[in-house]
């Protein structure tokens, strides 16, 4: 079975998704929606080379019959209301991250889901990585003992645009939505749902977006997990699992990695070189189409009760820092 995927927003990381749909070994692109006619033929024409179509409106793609799966490709301001239509229409859904803006929004697409029994997945990348699948596969075969901590960081140093999409408040903008995304879902994909949130970081006066944020995630039994996400400091993008017998260094940047270290005590650090086919996109669309293939309306890689949990703490550190998050 081949998914057909229509995408819907081509921007930039519409196009590096659509630069990489070679490697997707069980889909094929076939559509494209935008709001411009101008744009949707131009990214048709480059990566489709006349076999893609080009809609004008979303409405329109998602009413096209030959649609299976909608990757959605938007501001995270959007994603809400485009993924619930994208649902209503009979289209599975694969949302890129961050999952929506607030969880309130999360928890409206989850309900549509649900409700429509639709296949819906966020667009996490990093999950699927051959190295972070295998850092999961050594710690569940005890590689490094019982998981105590995870550290992981990202960031960039960004001059401030106003009339850049990352730093408009409406349009979901800010380090958390767009980097802290990265690091909350890696630290709660090794230890799970956190109990207890605290940030501290900083906001753009100029446009009230979170330029900064240092996270710290609690857990009733001790462990923990520390993360740093920003928009002023070029951070170099590593992870690291503790474990009571050792640690995995995920080498920068983690968040699409080609190597692992693992280190126990005692012993010589074991590298490992994984690199992804391609640029590493395409593992999120051959998850999706194995899934449809298979009738599930989830993948255990990346079910939706991960991203609520993510979304929450997400929306946590929002409410701390004082970011106000809305949907369109």
């Excluded at 890696?186 to 100029?206: I, K, N, W």
Aim: hydrophobic share 45%.
């Amino acid at each position: 079975m081949s998914t057909r995927w229509g995408i819907l927003g081509p921007g930039r990381i519409a196009e590096k998704v659509a630069a990489d749909f070679g490697n997707v070994t069980n889909g094929t692109l076939v559509a494209v929606g935008s709001r411009s006619a101008e744009r949707a033929q131009a990214f048709a024409q480059t990566y489709g080379q006349g076999d893609v179509r080009a809609h004008v409106g979303y409405e329109a793609l998602l009413a096209d019959p030959d649609v299976d799966a909608v990757y959605i490709a938007t501001p995270h301001s959007d994603h809400a209301r485009q993924a619930i239509a994208a649902i209503e229409s009979g289209k599975a859904v694969l949302m890129e991250k961050s999952f929506t803006a607030t969880l309130d929004g999360a928890h409206r697409v989850v309900e549509a889901a649900h409700q429509h029994e639709a296949f819906v997945m966020e667009a996490m990348w990093t999950r699927f990585q051959p190295v972070v699948l295998r850092a999961k596969e050594l710690v569940a075969d005890g590689a490094i003992g019982q998981v105590r901590a995870v550290q992981a960081d990202l960031g960039v140093r960004r001059p401030l645009d106003p009339t850049d999409r990352m730093f408009a408040l409406e349009l979901g903008g800010g380090t958390l939505l767009d980097l802290g995304v990265y690091v909350v879902s890696f630290a709660q994909h090794f230890l799970g749902a956190p109990d207890s949130v605290q940030v501290t970081g900083s906001l753009l006066p100029e446009t009230g977006v979170d330029a900064e944020a240092g996270i710290l995630l609690g857990y009733d039994d001790g462990r923990s997990a520390t993360l740093q996400t920003s928009f002023r400091l070029p951070l170099p993008g590593q992870a690291r699992i503790y474990g009571t017998d050792g640690w995995i260094d995920i080498l920068p940047r983690f968040h699409h990695p080609n190597d692992l270290v693992l280190h126990r005590q005692g012993e010589d650090a074991r590298p490992e070189h994984l690199p992804p086919s391609g640029a590493g996109y395409a593992e999120e669309f051959i998850e999706v189409g194995r899934c449809l293939a298979e009738g599930r309306t989830e993948s255990d890689v990346m079910p939706l009760a991960d991203t609520l949990a993510v979304q929450a703490v997400l929306q946590e550190a929002a409410d701390q820092l004082g970011v106000a998050l809305h949907e369109r």
